[in-house]
Protein backbone atom coordinates (compact mmCIF):
# COMPACT_ATOMS: atom_id res chain seq x y z
CA UNK A 1 0.00 0.00 0.00
CA UNK A 2 1.27 3.33 -1.13
CA UNK A 3 1.63 6.29 1.55
CA UNK A 4 -0.98 8.09 -0.21
CA UNK A 5 -3.34 5.67 1.42
CA UNK A 6 -1.86 5.78 4.73
CA UNK A 7 -2.16 10.28 4.85
CA UNK A 8 -5.62 9.99 3.95
CA UNK A 9 -6.54 7.07 6.45
CA UNK A 10 -8.49 4.03 5.70
CA UNK A 11 -11.19 2.01 8.02
CA UNK A 12 -12.51 -1.46 7.83
CA UNK A 13 -14.78 -1.57 4.56
CA UNK A 14 -11.83 -0.20 2.15
CA UNK A 15 -9.92 -3.04 1.10
CA UNK A 16 -7.21 -2.36 -1.66
CA UNK A 17 -4.47 -4.46 -2.50
CA UNK A 18 -1.93 -5.34 -5.25
CA UNK A 19 -1.73 -8.55 -6.33
CA UNK A 20 1.92 -10.39 -7.66
CA UNK A 21 2.78 -13.60 -9.56
CA UNK A 22 4.93 -15.82 -8.01
CA UNK A 23 8.66 -15.42 -9.37
CA UNK A 24 11.60 -13.39 -8.02
CA UNK A 25 11.15 -10.44 -10.09
CA UNK A 26 7.64 -9.45 -8.80
CA UNK A 27 8.81 -10.49 -4.86
CA UNK A 28 11.61 -7.81 -5.63
CA UNK A 29 8.79 -5.38 -6.84
CA UNK A 30 6.28 -5.85 -4.18
CA UNK A 31 9.00 -4.36 -1.51
CA UNK A 32 7.28 -0.82 -3.02
CA UNK A 33 3.94 -1.61 -2.13
CA UNK A 34 4.92 -2.45 1.73
CA UNK A 35 4.60 0.19 4.15
CA UNK A 36 3.90 0.00 8.25
CA UNK A 37 -0.01 -1.15 8.27
CA UNK A 38 0.40 -3.19 5.21
CA UNK A 39 -0.78 -6.94 5.04
CA UNK A 40 1.11 -9.76 3.43
CA UNK A 41 -0.65 -12.78 2.02
CA UNK A 42 2.08 -15.36 0.68
CA UNK A 43 1.94 -18.18 -2.25
CA UNK A 44 2.71 -21.14 -0.71
CA UNK A 45 6.26 -20.79 -1.96
CA UNK A 46 6.53 -18.06 0.83
CA UNK A 47 7.04 -14.85 -1.85
CA UNK A 48 4.18 -12.39 -1.51
CA UNK A 49 0.59 -12.93 -3.43
CA UNK A 50 -1.42 -10.04 -2.04
CA UNK A 51 -0.37 -6.79 -0.42
CA UNK A 52 -2.29 -4.18 0.75
CA UNK A 53 -5.10 -3.43 3.31
CA UNK A 54 -8.28 -5.05 4.25
CA UNK A 55 -9.90 -6.34 7.74
CA UNK A 56 -10.49 -10.08 8.37
CA UNK A 57 -14.17 -9.58 7.84
CA UNK A 58 -13.50 -8.76 4.46
CA UNK A 59 -11.49 -11.61 3.39
CA UNK A 60 -11.73 -15.82 2.70
CA UNK A 61 -9.08 -17.55 1.75
CA UNK A 62 -8.34 -21.10 0.80
CA UNK A 63 -5.63 -23.40 -0.55
CA UNK A 64 -5.70 -26.72 -2.16
CA UNK A 65 -2.77 -28.69 -4.30
CA UNK A 66 -1.82 -26.39 -6.91
CA UNK A 67 -4.83 -24.27 -6.52
CA UNK A 68 -5.23 -21.16 -4.05
CA UNK A 69 -8.57 -18.74 -3.78
CA UNK A 70 -9.38 -15.43 -2.06
CA UNK A 71 -12.66 -13.55 -1.93
CA UNK A 72 -12.30 -10.03 -0.25
CA UNK A 73 -15.22 -7.77 -0.25
CA UNK A 74 -19.06 -8.67 1.05
CA UNK A 75 -19.56 -12.48 0.03
CA UNK A 76 -20.98 -15.25 1.75
CA UNK A 77 -18.85 -17.51 0.94
CA UNK A 78 -17.00 -19.86 3.53
CA UNK A 79 -13.30 -21.33 3.73
CA UNK A 80 -14.62 -24.96 3.21
CA UNK A 81 -16.35 -24.26 0.43
CA UNK A 82 -13.56 -22.31 -1.45
CA UNK A 83 -11.53 -25.17 -0.87
CA UNK A 84 -13.88 -27.74 -2.08
CA UNK A 85 -13.33 -25.21 -5.45
CA UNK A 86 -9.63 -24.71 -4.74
CA UNK A 87 -9.48 -28.85 -4.40
CA UNK A 88 -11.38 -29.24 -7.78
CA UNK A 89 -10.21 -26.30 -9.57
CA UNK A 90 -7.75 -27.43 -12.64
CA UNK A 91 -7.72 -24.38 -15.23
CA UNK A 92 -8.91 -21.00 -14.35
CA UNK A 93 -11.36 -20.43 -17.04
CA UNK A 94 -13.70 -22.94 -14.71
CA UNK A 95 -14.12 -19.79 -12.20
CA UNK A 96 -16.63 -17.96 -14.75
CA UNK A 97 -19.09 -20.73 -13.12
CA UNK A 98 -18.32 -19.64 -9.48
CA UNK A 99 -18.19 -15.76 -10.16
CA UNK A 100 -21.23 -15.92 -11.62
CA UNK A 101 -23.13 -17.58 -8.67
CA UNK A 102 -21.78 -16.12 -5.54
CA UNK A 103 -24.44 -12.89 -4.36
CA UNK A 104 -22.37 -10.54 -2.96
CA UNK A 105 -20.09 -7.60 -4.04
CA UNK A 106 -16.42 -8.95 -4.45
CA UNK A 107 -12.74 -9.22 -6.06
CA UNK A 108 -11.90 -12.82 -6.69
CA UNK A 109 -7.92 -13.59 -6.97
CA UNK A 110 -7.46 -17.12 -8.07
CA UNK A 111 -3.00 -18.62 -8.40
CA UNK A 112 -2.98 -22.59 -9.91
CA UNK A 113 0.31 -23.61 -11.25
CA UNK A 114 2.26 -20.21 -10.88
CA UNK A 115 -0.51 -18.41 -13.01
CA UNK A 116 -2.76 -15.38 -11.64
CA UNK A 117 -6.30 -14.74 -12.38
CA UNK A 118 -8.05 -11.09 -10.97
CA UNK A 119 -11.27 -9.78 -11.71
CA UNK A 120 -14.02 -7.18 -9.88
CA UNK A 121 -17.54 -7.21 -10.51
CA UNK A 122 -19.19 -6.84 -13.68
CA UNK A 123 -21.13 -4.25 -12.14
CA UNK A 124 -17.35 -1.99 -12.12
CA UNK A 125 -18.10 -1.36 -8.35
CA UNK A 126 -15.05 -3.30 -8.13
CA UNK A 127 -11.86 -2.86 -10.65
CA UNK A 128 -8.87 -4.45 -11.57
CA UNK A 129 -5.53 -2.04 -12.90
CA UNK A 130 -2.40 -3.68 -14.30
CA UNK A 131 1.29 -2.34 -14.89
CA UNK A 132 4.24 -3.56 -15.43
CA UNK A 133 7.30 -3.00 -12.92
CA UNK A 134 10.22 -4.31 -13.08
CA UNK A 135 9.96 -7.07 -16.04
CA UNK A 136 6.55 -8.41 -14.32
CA UNK A 137 3.04 -7.41 -14.55
CA UNK A 138 1.59 -6.55 -11.30
CA UNK A 139 -2.35 -6.21 -10.84
CA UNK A 140 -3.99 -4.27 -8.25
CA UNK A 141 -7.58 -3.17 -6.91
CA UNK A 142 -6.83 0.73 -7.52
CA UNK A 143 -4.98 2.68 -9.95
CA UNK A 144 -3.00 5.00 -7.53
CA UNK A 145 -1.40 1.71 -5.72
CA UNK A 146 0.49 1.32 -9.06
CA UNK A 147 1.05 4.70 -10.06
CA UNK A 148 2.60 5.32 -6.28
CA UNK A 149 4.86 2.34 -7.28
CA UNK A 150 6.02 3.23 -10.50
CA UNK A 151 6.23 7.11 -9.76
CA UNK A 152 3.96 8.00 -12.57
CA UNK A 153 1.70 11.39 -13.05
CA UNK A 154 -1.33 11.38 -14.55
CA UNK A 155 -1.67 11.59 -18.01
CA UNK A 156 -2.79 14.97 -19.55
CA UNK A 157 -5.22 13.51 -22.32
CA UNK A 158 -6.77 11.13 -20.35
CA UNK A 159 -7.82 14.44 -17.78
CA UNK A 160 -8.76 16.16 -21.44
CA UNK A 161 -11.45 13.36 -21.50
CA UNK A 162 -12.66 13.96 -17.97
CA UNK A 163 -13.83 17.06 -18.49
CA UNK A 164 -16.18 15.89 -21.33
CA UNK A 165 -20.13 15.92 -20.03
CA UNK A 166 -20.36 12.94 -20.02
CA UNK A 167 -17.89 10.92 -20.80
CA UNK A 168 -18.95 8.16 -22.64
CA UNK A 169 -17.98 4.70 -23.12
CA UNK A 170 -16.05 3.26 -23.40
CA UNK A 171 -13.37 6.63 -22.62
CA UNK A 172 -14.55 6.52 -18.60
CA UNK A 173 -13.29 2.71 -18.30
CA UNK A 174 -9.38 3.98 -18.60
CA UNK A 175 -7.01 4.53 -16.14
CA UNK A 176 -5.80 8.38 -15.42
CA UNK A 177 -2.31 7.38 -14.92
CA UNK A 178 0.57 7.24 -17.17
CA UNK A 179 1.76 3.53 -17.51
CA UNK A 180 -1.51 2.11 -15.97
CA UNK A 181 -3.97 0.19 -17.48
CA UNK A 182 -7.40 -0.86 -17.09
CA UNK A 183 -9.53 -3.71 -16.71
CA UNK A 184 -13.03 -3.89 -18.26
CA UNK A 185 -15.43 -5.00 -15.40
CA UNK A 186 -17.01 -7.92 -17.51
CA UNK A 187 -13.46 -9.05 -18.08
CA UNK A 188 -10.46 -10.94 -15.48
CA UNK A 189 -7.17 -10.84 -15.90
CA UNK A 190 -4.55 -13.54 -16.15
CA UNK A 191 -0.99 -12.74 -15.50
CA UNK A 192 1.80 -15.78 -16.17
CA UNK A 193 3.61 -17.90 -14.25
CA UNK A 194 6.53 -15.95 -15.37
CA UNK A 195 4.52 -12.07 -15.23
CA UNK A 196 5.51 -11.49 -18.14
CA UNK A 197 2.35 -12.03 -20.25
CA UNK A 198 -1.12 -10.81 -19.76
CA UNK A 199 -4.17 -11.42 -21.16
CA UNK A 200 -8.13 -10.38 -20.77
CA UNK A 201 -10.85 -13.22 -20.19
CA UNK A 202 -14.36 -12.74 -20.46
CA UNK A 203 -16.43 -13.72 -17.89
CA UNK A 204 -19.54 -12.12 -17.92
CA UNK A 205 -22.98 -11.29 -20.11
CA UNK A 206 -25.60 -9.11 -19.64
CA UNK A 207 -28.72 -11.96 -19.40
CA UNK A 208 -31.27 -11.84 -22.57
CA UNK A 209 -33.88 -9.71 -21.38
CA UNK A 210 -36.91 -12.69 -21.48
CA UNK A 211 -38.46 -12.90 -18.50
CA UNK A 212 -42.03 -11.35 -17.40
CA UNK A 213 -42.73 -9.39 -14.91
CA UNK A 214 -44.54 -12.34 -13.21
CA UNK A 215 -41.60 -13.97 -13.79
CA UNK A 216 -38.50 -11.74 -13.05
CA UNK A 217 -40.25 -10.20 -9.82
CA UNK A 218 -39.89 -12.98 -7.47
CA UNK A 219 -36.26 -13.36 -8.65
CA UNK A 220 -35.56 -9.93 -8.09
CA UNK A 221 -36.82 -9.85 -4.59
CA UNK A 222 -34.66 -12.92 -4.20
CA UNK A 223 -31.75 -11.73 -5.40
CA UNK A 224 -31.79 -8.61 -3.62
CA UNK A 225 -33.19 -9.91 0.06
CA UNK A 226 -29.79 -12.29 -0.68
CA UNK A 227 -27.74 -9.04 -1.25
CA UNK A 228 -29.07 -7.38 2.06
CA UNK A 229 -28.38 -10.50 3.65
CA UNK A 230 -25.15 -10.71 3.07
CA UNK A 231 -24.43 -7.45 5.09
CA UNK A 232 -26.73 -8.09 7.73
CA UNK A 233 -26.62 -11.81 8.65
CA UNK A 234 -23.83 -11.27 11.12
CA UNK A 235 -26.68 -9.16 13.33
CA UNK A 236 -25.35 -6.40 15.46
CA UNK A 237 -25.96 -2.93 13.82
CA UNK A 238 -26.80 -1.98 10.73
CA UNK A 239 -27.96 1.52 9.54
CA UNK A 240 -30.19 2.13 6.45
CA UNK A 241 -30.94 5.35 4.40
CA UNK A 242 -35.17 5.74 4.47
CA UNK A 243 -35.16 8.38 2.02
CA UNK A 244 -38.97 7.62 1.52
CA UNK A 245 -38.28 6.54 -2.25
CA UNK A 246 -39.25 2.84 -3.20
CA UNK A 247 -35.30 1.61 -3.23
CA UNK A 248 -34.30 2.68 0.30
CA UNK A 249 -37.55 1.86 1.40
CA UNK A 250 -37.24 -1.86 -0.16
CA UNK A 251 -33.48 -2.24 1.20
CA UNK A 252 -35.19 -1.33 4.92
CA UNK A 253 -37.56 -3.15 5.05
CA UNK A 254 -35.41 -6.09 4.00
CA UNK A 255 -32.83 -5.34 6.35
CA UNK A 256 -35.60 -4.96 8.94
CA UNK A 257 -36.05 -8.99 8.72
CA UNK A 258 -32.53 -9.88 9.53
CA UNK A 259 -30.98 -10.31 12.92
CA UNK A 260 -29.50 -7.29 13.27
CA UNK A 261 -30.74 -4.38 15.18
CA UNK A 262 -31.85 -1.51 12.40
CA UNK A 263 -30.96 2.34 12.67
CA UNK A 264 -33.23 3.80 9.81
CA UNK A 265 -31.60 7.64 8.90
CA UNK A 266 -33.66 10.62 6.62
CA UNK A 267 -32.71 13.54 5.33
CA UNK A 268 -35.61 15.59 4.42
CA UNK A 269 -35.08 18.03 1.47
CA UNK A 270 -35.13 21.85 1.43
CA UNK A 271 -37.88 22.22 -0.78
CA UNK A 272 -41.13 22.62 0.93
CA UNK A 273 -42.60 20.68 -2.27
CA UNK A 274 -40.52 17.47 -1.29
CA UNK A 275 -42.75 14.70 0.10
CA UNK A 276 -39.66 12.74 0.91
CA UNK A 277 -40.32 12.99 4.89
CA UNK A 278 -43.59 12.08 4.38
CA UNK A 279 -43.56 8.88 2.73
CA UNK A 280 -40.07 7.53 5.17
CA UNK A 281 -42.58 8.50 8.30
CA UNK A 282 -45.03 6.45 6.76
CA UNK A 283 -42.70 3.36 6.28
CA UNK A 284 -41.37 3.63 9.62
CA UNK A 285 -44.36 3.77 10.73
CA UNK A 286 -44.79 0.05 9.86
CA UNK A 287 -41.66 -0.89 11.01
CA UNK A 288 -41.79 -0.29 14.68
CA UNK A 289 -38.34 -2.40 15.73
CA UNK A 290 -36.56 0.16 13.43
CA UNK A 291 -35.04 3.34 15.05
CA UNK A 292 -35.91 5.82 12.84
CA UNK A 293 -33.70 8.97 12.79
CA UNK A 294 -35.14 12.53 10.90
CA UNK A 295 -32.20 14.79 10.60
CA UNK A 296 -32.61 18.65 10.32
CA UNK A 297 -33.10 19.64 6.96
CA UNK A 298 -31.38 23.19 7.31
CA UNK A 299 -28.41 21.30 8.94
CA UNK A 300 -27.72 19.08 5.97
CA UNK A 301 -25.14 20.00 3.64
CA UNK A 302 -25.63 21.31 0.46
CA UNK A 303 -23.42 20.50 -3.23
CA UNK A 304 -20.75 22.36 -3.34
CA UNK A 305 -20.10 21.93 -0.10
CA UNK A 306 -16.30 21.58 1.99
CA UNK A 307 -14.64 21.38 -1.85
CA UNK A 308 -11.95 22.92 -0.59
CA UNK A 309 -11.19 20.80 2.33
CA UNK A 310 -11.31 17.48 0.05
CA UNK A 311 -8.68 15.17 1.03
CA UNK A 312 -9.60 11.81 -0.06
CA UNK A 313 -7.36 10.69 -1.89
CA UNK A 314 -8.90 8.58 -5.14
CA UNK A 315 -7.30 7.00 -7.72
CA UNK A 316 -9.27 8.93 -10.35
CA UNK A 317 -11.30 12.33 -10.78
CA UNK A 318 -14.93 11.58 -9.67
CA UNK A 319 -18.20 13.73 -9.63
CA UNK A 320 -18.80 12.30 -6.41
CA UNK A 321 -17.32 14.91 -4.40
CA UNK A 322 -19.96 17.60 -5.53
CA UNK A 323 -22.11 15.19 -2.46
CA UNK A 324 -19.04 14.49 -0.83
CA UNK A 325 -20.24 16.11 2.38
CA UNK A 326 -24.06 15.05 1.92
CA UNK A 327 -23.19 11.77 1.44
CA UNK A 328 -20.66 11.28 4.81
CA UNK A 329 -22.61 13.77 7.04
CA UNK A 330 -24.74 11.35 9.12
CA UNK A 331 -22.07 7.93 9.10
CA UNK A 332 -19.81 9.16 12.39
CA UNK A 333 -23.02 9.50 14.15
CA UNK A 334 -24.64 6.65 12.80
CA UNK A 335 -20.94 4.42 13.58
CA UNK A 336 -21.11 6.03 17.45
CA UNK A 337 -24.56 4.07 17.79
CA UNK A 338 -22.62 0.97 17.24
CA UNK A 339 -23.82 0.50 13.20
CA UNK A 340 -20.84 -1.95 10.91
CA UNK A 341 -22.26 -0.81 7.72
CA UNK A 342 -24.67 1.52 6.04
CA UNK A 343 -26.91 -0.08 3.44
CA UNK A 344 -28.07 2.58 0.98
CA UNK A 345 -30.67 2.32 -1.88
CA UNK A 346 -28.24 3.68 -4.80
CA UNK A 347 -28.44 1.60 -7.94
CA UNK A 348 -32.39 1.01 -7.91
CA UNK A 349 -33.11 3.90 -10.70
CA UNK A 350 -30.54 2.01 -12.69
CA UNK A 351 -31.65 -1.67 -12.38
CA UNK A 352 -35.26 -1.66 -11.41
CA UNK A 353 -36.21 1.27 -14.13
CA UNK A 354 -34.58 1.03 -17.46
CA UNK A 355 -33.74 3.49 -20.59
CA UNK A 356 -36.17 4.02 -22.68
CA UNK A 357 -34.10 3.53 -25.83
CA UNK A 358 -35.42 0.01 -25.93
CA UNK A 359 -38.04 0.93 -27.58
CA UNK A 360 -35.81 2.27 -30.42
CA UNK A 361 -36.21 -1.80 -31.49
CA UNK A 362 -39.21 -2.40 -30.00
CA UNK A 363 -40.44 -0.24 -32.69
CA UNK A 364 -39.44 -2.54 -35.42
CA UNK A 365 -40.38 -5.50 -34.01
CA UNK A 366 -43.63 -4.52 -32.29
CA UNK A 367 -44.39 -0.95 -34.02
CA UNK A 368 -48.34 -0.78 -32.66
CA UNK A 369 -47.38 -1.55 -29.04
CA UNK A 370 -44.25 0.85 -29.07
CA UNK A 371 -46.03 3.60 -31.04
CA UNK A 372 -48.10 3.39 -27.85
CA UNK A 373 -45.86 3.77 -25.72
CA UNK A 374 -43.87 6.36 -27.24
CA UNK A 375 -47.04 8.52 -26.98
CA UNK A 376 -47.04 7.77 -23.63
CA UNK A 377 -43.32 8.89 -22.54
CA UNK A 378 -43.73 11.86 -25.32
CA UNK A 379 -46.45 13.23 -22.58
CA UNK A 380 -44.45 12.73 -19.20
CA UNK A 381 -41.33 14.20 -20.96
CA UNK A 382 -42.12 16.29 -23.12
CA UNK A 383 -40.36 15.35 -26.06
CA UNK A 384 -41.02 17.08 -29.33
CA UNK A 385 -42.83 14.94 -32.06
CA UNK A 386 -39.40 16.21 -34.26
CA UNK A 387 -36.71 15.30 -32.05
CA UNK A 388 -38.14 12.10 -30.92
CA UNK A 389 -39.00 10.86 -34.98
CA UNK A 390 -35.45 11.83 -35.71
CA UNK A 391 -34.07 9.86 -32.61
CA UNK A 392 -35.95 6.95 -33.58
CA UNK A 393 -35.43 6.87 -37.47
CA UNK A 394 -31.71 7.22 -36.42
CA UNK A 395 -29.78 3.81 -36.85
CA UNK A 396 -26.44 4.85 -36.83
CA UNK A 397 -23.95 1.49 -35.13
CA UNK A 398 -22.32 2.87 -31.96
CA UNK A 399 -18.58 3.10 -33.62
CA UNK A 400 -20.25 5.84 -36.24
CA UNK A 401 -22.28 7.72 -33.36
CA UNK A 402 -19.08 8.01 -31.44
CA UNK A 403 -16.97 9.49 -34.61
CA UNK A 404 -19.95 12.06 -35.22
CA UNK A 405 -19.56 13.24 -31.24
CA UNK A 406 -16.39 14.38 -31.71
CA UNK A 407 -16.59 16.72 -33.74
CA UNK A 408 -19.02 18.30 -31.89
CA UNK A 409 -17.94 18.95 -28.96
CA UNK A 410 -18.94 22.55 -28.48
CA UNK A 411 -22.28 22.44 -30.05
CA UNK A 412 -25.58 23.77 -27.67
CA UNK A 413 -26.70 20.79 -25.57
CA UNK A 414 -29.73 18.99 -27.04
CA UNK A 415 -33.10 21.20 -26.43
CA UNK A 416 -34.63 17.68 -25.95
CA UNK A 417 -33.77 14.66 -23.78
CA UNK A 418 -35.53 12.25 -26.67
CA UNK A 419 -32.49 12.50 -28.48
CA UNK A 420 -30.14 11.00 -25.77
CA UNK A 421 -33.27 8.90 -24.25
CA UNK A 422 -33.83 7.17 -27.56
CA UNK A 423 -30.67 6.89 -28.90
CA UNK A 424 -26.94 5.34 -27.85
CA UNK A 425 -27.01 8.09 -24.79
CA UNK A 426 -26.39 11.99 -24.23
CA UNK A 427 -23.68 13.12 -27.11
CA UNK A 428 -20.85 14.57 -24.69
CA UNK A 429 -19.82 17.99 -24.85
CA UNK A 430 -17.17 20.64 -23.61
CA UNK A 431 -17.54 23.77 -22.23
CA UNK A 432 -16.60 27.08 -23.29
CA UNK A 433 -13.95 27.19 -20.26
CA UNK A 434 -12.15 24.35 -21.70
CA UNK A 435 -9.04 25.08 -24.38
CA UNK A 436 -8.62 24.15 -27.69
CA UNK A 437 -5.94 21.77 -26.33
CA UNK A 438 -8.57 20.39 -24.72
CA UNK A 439 -10.67 19.98 -27.35
CA UNK A 440 -7.76 18.70 -29.21
CA UNK A 441 -7.03 15.81 -26.91
CA UNK A 442 -10.54 15.28 -25.81
CA UNK A 443 -11.96 14.69 -30.12
CA UNK A 444 -8.23 12.59 -30.67
CA UNK A 445 -9.72 9.76 -27.98
CA UNK A 446 -13.05 10.28 -29.24
CA UNK A 447 -12.27 9.10 -32.65
CA UNK A 448 -9.20 6.69 -31.37
CA UNK A 449 -11.74 4.99 -29.28
CA UNK A 450 -14.28 4.64 -32.63
CA UNK A 451 -12.00 2.97 -34.42
CA UNK A 452 -12.24 0.30 -32.35
CA UNK A 453 -15.41 0.58 -30.13
CA UNK A 454 -18.27 -2.29 -29.70
CA UNK A 455 -20.92 -1.48 -27.98
CA UNK A 456 -21.85 -2.65 -24.60
CA UNK A 457 -24.42 -4.58 -25.98
CA UNK A 458 -26.15 -4.35 -29.23
CA UNK A 459 -29.30 -2.94 -28.52
CA UNK A 460 -28.98 0.28 -27.55
CA UNK A 461 -31.66 0.33 -24.47
CA UNK A 462 -29.29 -2.34 -23.07
CA UNK A 463 -26.23 -0.60 -23.86
CA UNK A 464 -27.76 2.23 -22.40
CA UNK A 465 -28.38 0.21 -19.00
CA UNK A 466 -24.93 -1.19 -18.70
CA UNK A 467 -23.34 2.65 -19.43
CA UNK A 468 -25.81 3.88 -16.25
CA UNK A 469 -24.80 1.45 -13.94
CA UNK A 470 -21.44 1.45 -14.48
CA UNK A 471 -20.84 5.64 -14.75
CA UNK A 472 -22.98 5.13 -11.40
CA UNK A 473 -20.64 2.74 -10.18
CA UNK A 474 -17.24 4.44 -11.02
CA UNK A 475 -19.20 6.82 -8.51
CA UNK A 476 -20.06 4.71 -6.10
CA UNK A 477 -16.50 3.31 -5.56
CA UNK A 478 -15.10 6.13 -4.45
CA UNK A 479 -17.90 7.01 -2.39
CA UNK A 480 -17.42 3.70 -0.56
CA UNK A 481 -13.76 4.62 -0.10
CA UNK A 482 -14.38 8.27 1.47
CA UNK A 483 -17.07 6.07 3.55
CA UNK A 484 -14.56 3.67 5.28
CA UNK A 485 -12.38 6.36 6.08
CA UNK A 486 -14.89 8.38 7.99
CA UNK A 487 -15.82 5.36 9.69
CA UNK A 488 -18.65 3.61 8.29
CA UNK A 489 -18.36 0.78 5.31
CA UNK A 490 -21.06 1.59 3.03
CA UNK A 491 -22.63 -0.64 0.95
CA UNK A 492 -25.34 -0.66 -1.98
CA UNK A 493 -27.18 -4.10 -2.40
CA UNK A 494 -28.90 -2.89 -6.23
CA UNK A 495 -25.43 -2.95 -7.47
CA UNK A 496 -24.56 -6.44 -6.50
CA UNK A 497 -24.20 -8.18 -10.04
CA UNK A 498 -26.72 -10.63 -9.12
CA UNK A 499 -29.73 -8.25 -8.38
CA UNK A 500 -28.32 -6.64 -11.70
CA UNK A 501 -29.07 -9.86 -13.40
CA UNK A 502 -32.09 -10.25 -12.18
CA UNK A 503 -33.32 -7.07 -13.00
CA UNK A 504 -32.12 -7.24 -16.82
CA UNK A 505 -33.45 -10.25 -17.52
CA UNK A 506 -36.93 -8.45 -17.13
CA UNK A 507 -38.62 -7.42 -20.61
CA UNK A 508 -37.94 -3.95 -20.77
CA UNK A 509 -41.73 -3.50 -22.04
CA UNK A 510 -42.33 -4.31 -18.08
CA UNK A 511 -39.63 -2.63 -16.02
CA UNK A 512 -40.09 0.76 -18.18
CA UNK A 513 -43.76 2.28 -18.74
CA UNK A 514 -44.74 5.37 -19.15
CA UNK A 515 -47.92 4.29 -16.88
CA UNK A 516 -46.58 2.83 -14.03
CA UNK A 517 -43.24 4.08 -11.54
CA UNK A 518 -40.69 1.02 -11.00
CA UNK A 519 -43.33 -1.73 -11.65
CA UNK A 520 -40.53 -4.38 -11.37
CA UNK A 521 -39.71 -3.12 -8.18
CA UNK A 522 -43.03 -2.71 -6.80
CA UNK A 523 -43.82 -6.63 -8.19
CA UNK A 524 -40.69 -7.69 -6.38
CA UNK A 525 -41.79 -5.82 -3.32
CA UNK A 526 -45.05 -6.84 -2.42
CA UNK A 527 -45.54 -8.57 0.29
CA UNK A 528 -42.60 -7.11 1.99
CA UNK A 529 -43.32 -3.52 1.96
CA UNK A 530 -46.62 -2.84 2.33
CA UNK A 531 -48.94 -1.56 -0.23
CA UNK A 532 -49.67 1.69 1.00
CA UNK A 533 -45.53 2.29 0.78
CA UNK A 534 -45.73 0.86 -3.01
CA UNK A 535 -48.22 3.39 -4.14
CA UNK A 536 -45.36 6.30 -4.59
CA UNK A 537 -45.27 7.32 -8.06
CA UNK A 538 -42.16 9.79 -8.37
CA UNK A 539 -39.27 11.19 -6.61
CA UNK A 540 -37.35 14.30 -5.34
CA UNK A 541 -34.84 15.58 -7.09
CA UNK A 542 -32.73 17.91 -4.29
CA UNK A 543 -32.67 20.34 -7.67
CA UNK A 544 -33.06 23.21 -4.52
CA UNK A 545 -30.32 22.05 -2.79
CA UNK A 546 -27.83 22.01 -5.81
CA UNK A 547 -28.77 25.66 -6.85
CA UNK A 548 -28.47 26.90 -3.11
CA UNK A 549 -25.61 25.32 -2.92
CA UNK A 550 -24.33 26.90 -5.99
CA UNK A 551 -24.77 30.44 -4.96
CA UNK A 552 -23.94 29.89 -0.99
CA UNK A 553 -20.28 28.51 -2.37
CA UNK A 554 -19.41 30.65 -4.72
CA UNK A 555 -16.21 31.78 -2.65
CA UNK A 556 -15.37 28.50 -2.91
CA UNK A 557 -15.31 28.25 -7.12
CA UNK A 558 -13.37 31.61 -6.96
CA UNK A 559 -11.10 30.16 -5.14
CA UNK A 560 -10.85 26.62 -7.12
CA UNK A 561 -10.16 28.44 -10.02
CA UNK A 562 -7.23 31.13 -8.25
CA UNK A 563 -3.87 29.07 -9.34
CA UNK A 564 -6.25 26.37 -11.14
CA UNK A 565 -4.47 22.70 -11.88
CA UNK A 566 -6.24 22.78 -14.70
CA UNK A 567 -5.23 25.98 -15.91
CA UNK A 568 -1.46 25.04 -15.61
CA UNK A 569 -2.21 22.28 -17.68
CA UNK A 570 -3.51 24.21 -20.35
CA UNK A 571 -6.86 22.73 -20.46
CA UNK A 572 -9.10 25.28 -18.98
CA UNK A 573 -9.36 29.31 -19.21
CA UNK A 574 -8.80 29.57 -15.63
CA UNK A 575 -10.38 33.38 -16.03
CA UNK A 576 -13.68 32.49 -17.75
CA UNK A 577 -13.92 30.10 -15.11
CA UNK A 578 -13.61 32.75 -12.09
CA UNK A 579 -15.83 35.11 -14.06
CA UNK A 580 -18.76 31.72 -14.18
CA UNK A 581 -17.95 31.85 -10.24
CA UNK A 582 -19.04 35.51 -9.91
CA UNK A 583 -22.31 34.73 -11.27
CA UNK A 584 -23.79 31.22 -9.78
CA UNK A 585 -27.26 31.77 -11.03
CA UNK A 586 -26.27 32.13 -15.10
CA UNK A 587 -28.20 30.13 -16.91
CA UNK A 588 -27.17 26.39 -17.60
CA UNK A 589 -25.37 25.48 -14.27
CA UNK A 590 -28.41 24.20 -12.60
CA UNK A 591 -27.37 21.55 -15.57
CA UNK A 592 -24.58 20.58 -13.52
CA UNK A 593 -22.44 20.94 -16.33
CA UNK A 594 -19.66 22.37 -14.19
CA UNK A 595 -19.24 18.85 -12.35
CA UNK A 596 -16.69 17.27 -14.52
CA UNK A 597 -14.26 20.24 -14.46
CA UNK A 598 -14.78 20.82 -10.54
CA UNK A 599 -14.07 16.69 -10.28
CA UNK A 600 -10.64 16.74 -12.05
CA UNK A 601 -9.36 19.84 -10.65
CA UNK A 602 -10.43 19.26 -6.83
CA UNK A 603 -8.35 15.76 -7.50
CA UNK A 604 -5.40 16.99 -8.76
CA UNK A 605 -5.38 19.85 -5.68
CA UNK A 606 -5.70 16.74 -3.68
CA UNK A 607 -2.57 14.83 -4.89
CA UNK A 608 -0.55 17.98 -5.01
CA UNK A 609 -1.11 17.72 -1.07
CA UNK A 610 -0.07 13.96 -0.78
CA UNK A 611 3.41 13.11 0.43
CA UNK A 612 5.77 11.99 -1.97
CA UNK A 613 5.52 8.03 -1.99
CA UNK A 614 9.08 7.26 -1.85
CA UNK A 615 11.44 5.39 -4.23
CA UNK A 616 9.34 3.99 -6.88
CA UNK A 617 10.51 0.73 -9.14
CA UNK A 618 12.01 1.12 -11.98
CA UNK A 619 9.67 0.99 -15.34
CA UNK A 620 10.67 -1.13 -17.90
CA UNK A 621 11.91 1.29 -20.27
CA UNK A 622 14.35 1.85 -17.63
CA UNK A 623 15.45 -1.23 -17.07
CA UNK A 624 16.83 -1.30 -20.80
CA UNK A 625 19.49 1.23 -20.46
Not at 349 to 362: G, K, M, Q, T
Request: with cysteine; glycine share 8%.
Amino acid sequence: MSDTHESAGTGPGDAHFAVFPDCEEAAAVARFFRRPGTRVLAHASGRPWLVGHWSDTEITTARAGRAALAVVGWCPAGRDELERRAARLRDLAELDALARSLPGSFHLVAALDGQLRVQGTASGLRLVFHARAGGVHVAATSADLLAAALGSEPDTGELAVRLLWPVPHPLYETSVWEGVDAVSPEEALVVSADGRRVRHSRWWWPPEPVRSLAQGAPRVREALAEAVDVRTRPGGTVSCDLSGGLDSTSVCFLAARSPASVVAATWPGRDPADTDLAWARQAAGHLPQVDHVVWDADASALVYSDLLDIDDLLDEPSIGVMDRSRVLQHLPWLAARGSRVHLTGIGGDHVAWCSEAYYHRLLRTRPLFAVGRLRGFRALWTWPLGATVRALADTRPYPVWLAHCAGRLRDPMPRSSATGSLGWGMAPRLFPWATPEAERLARHALLEAAARARPLHTDRGMHTDLELIRTCTRIIRQWERMAARAGLPMASPFLDDRVIEACLAVRPEDRVTPWRYKPLLAEAMRGVVPEACLRRTNKAEASMDASDGLRRHRGDLMTLWTGSRLERLGLVDGEALRRLAQRPSAPGLRDAILYSTIACEVWLRTRDRAPHPGPAVRRPTENLR
